[in-house]
């Protein structure tokens, strides 16, 4: 069940853009985010990463 949830959150990521510039306000990057659901996925059902 976890695995689901987290393999969910994982492709919710993957749908937007995981970084964004608005020059001279803003920088979002969500790459990290996306790699420790990975990790978190990995440990949770002992498959492959994303």
């Known amino acids: 069940m ?4 987290l393999t969910e ?7 937007d853009p995981l970084r964004t510039t608005v020059p ?6 969500r790459s990290t985010n996306l790699a420790g659901l ?3 996925r990995t440990a949770c059902d002992g498959g492959e990463p994303l």
């Open 24 to 29: 001279g306000a803003v920088s979002l990057d």
């Open 9 to 15: 959150r994982g492709a919710r990521l993957v749908a």
């Open 2 to 5: 976890a695995g689901a949830v």
């Open 38 to 40: 990975e990790r978190q």
